[in-house]
T-cell receptor, first 116, second 115 residues
Framework: DAGITQSPRHKVTETGTPVTLRCHQT?????MYWYRQDPGHGLRLIHY???????DKGEVSDGYSVSRSKTEDFLLTLESATSSQTSVYFC???????????????FGPGTRLTVL | GNSVTQMEGPVTLSEEAFLTINCTYT??????LFWYVQYPGEGLQLLLK?????DKGSNKGFEATYRKETTSFHLEKGSVQVSDSAVYFC??????????????FGGGTRLMVKP
């Protein structure tokens, strides 16, 4: 299994509080991604990183920010959590192949976040 | 933009039945195609992939063929087992300059196999 851990694995918080989720990898992969999983929507990309301090927005980035100060860590922050951000959050990593095609993304175990 | 459409579930089958989960896609470029599987309480893991037209990906008895003419990548298995019960996601990746191979997912199809 790819070395990806997420913390915490479960969190319950209240509306308006800040929340930070951590993704840690031991694979030295260049790319890291944050997704959220909601019923009927599959996985939707929130933010991604293509290197240390290099990040960009995904499809559903409003209300989220990210930081990557080290290759191995990618943090997702909800500045002021809302009930619509109740979801399961997955981190993923990948590296570019020589052909540039078909790169597998490896997923972490997920964090279940409930915002009351 | 890119999108993936897969059949809604749940799909309920008896053990040893034949499985098909349909997946069609739209893409602006020439994508690679993937099937991921998610077992209860776990993250996603790659089941199989295909990177060019007419390629067949296969793994653990599952198969899918990249059909460019019909923009499809249907997942099949000849004889399902109870242990195949999971959620299956079809996905595509289109090369992006900075994002590696960013994935676009379908909504997922839950498969339930009964003994």
């Amino acid at each position: 299994d790819a070395g990806i851990t997420q913390s915490p694995r479960h969190k319950v918080t209240e509306t308006g509080t800040p929340v930070t989720l951590r993704c840690h990898q031991t694979e030295n992969h260049r790319y890291m991604y944050w997704y959220r999983q909601d019923p009927g929507h599959g996985l939707r990309l929130i933010h991604y990183s293509y290197g240390v301090k290099d990040t960009d927005k995904g499809e559903v980035s409003d209300g989220y920010s990210v930081s990557r100060s080290k290759t191995e860590d990618f943090l997702l922050t909800l500045e002021s959590a809302t009930s619509s951000q109740t979801s399961v959050y997955f981190c993923a990593i990948s590296d570019r192949s020589s052909s540039g095609r078909g790169n597998e993304q490896f997923f972490g175990p997920g964090t279940r976040l409930t915002v009351l | 933009g890119n999108s993936v459409t897969q059949m809604e579930g749940p799909v309920t089958l008896s053990e040893e039945a034949f499985l098909t989960i349909n997946c069609t896609y739209t893409a602006t470029g020439y994508p690679s195609l993937f099937w991921y599987v998610q077992y209860p309480g776990e993250g996603l893991q790659l089941l199989l992939k295909a990177t060019k037209a007419d390629d067949k990906g296969s793994n653990k008895g599952f198969e899918a063929t990249y059909r460019k003419e019909t923009t499809s990548f249907h997942l099949e298995k000849g004889s399902v087992q109870v242990s195949d019960s999971a959620v299956y996601f079809c996905a595509l990746s289109d090369q992006a300059d900075n994002a590696g191979n960013m994935l676009t997912f379908g909504g997922g199809t839950r498969l339930m196999v009964k003994p």
